[in-house]
């Protein structure tokens, strides 16, 4: 397995406090807020948090599936995670949408192989939800996080060996080291 058995014996399962349409939630949001301590008036910031998507073709064969992630501060905790094999392509942004806006407007990360492209174009373009990441194509430099304003940019990550294996090498250190929580 990628993760180490000793540290998958240690790992906790923890029961989620709520369960809707596939969607486990381990920890409400924590919204921004605006507080007024002796007549000022205060923005408390919430949590800071990221979606991270994969998509299948809603036949049955695969799951798509996402968890939400507290990026607040390290160690990054799973605060949620959605997980359906009949979800169709067409109605899964809309599920995307609806739980990173709950989640304090959440970046959003879709893998774009195969129908992955048309989840974060819908996700993007048609429900308009502008946290979704935006990745710069850089040639043999591979892909980069860009804020968008370079000429070859795509919506979501192209996975490749390279990209799978830095992917699974970063995982792996951050749970092995306890700096990602997951449930």
């Known amino acids: 397995t990628l993760i180490s058995g000793s540290k998958l014996k240690n790992l906790s399962w923890i029961v989620p406090k709520k369960r809707i349409d596939g969607l486990d939630i381990y920890e409400d949001p924590v919204l921004d807020s605006i507080q007024t301590i002796s007549g000022k008036t205060f923005k408390v910031p919430g949590r800071t948090y990221a979606i991270m998507v994969d998509v299948a073709r809603g036949l049955g064969l695969d799951y798509s599936a996402f968890s939400v992630i507290d990026v607040s501060e390290i160690p990054y905790r799973q605060v949620a995670k959605y997980r359906s094999k ?79 294996k830095s992917g699974c090498a970063n995982i792996k250190n951050m749970i092995e080291t306890d700096n990602f929580i997951i449930n």
């Open 86 to 164: 009949e979800i169709s392509p067409l109605i899964y942004p809309t599920i995307i949408y609806s739980t990173a806006v709950l989640y304090n407007n959440a970046f959003v990360l879709v893998e774009i192989c195969d129908i992955g492209a048309q989840v974060a174009d819908i996700l993007h373009y048609e429900l308009e939800y502008d946290n979704v990441i935006k990745v710069a194509i850089k040639g043999k430099q591979g892909q980069q996080v860009s804020a968008g304003h370079v000429k070859r940019i795509q919506l979501g990550v192209k996975t490749s060996s390279v990209t799978k």
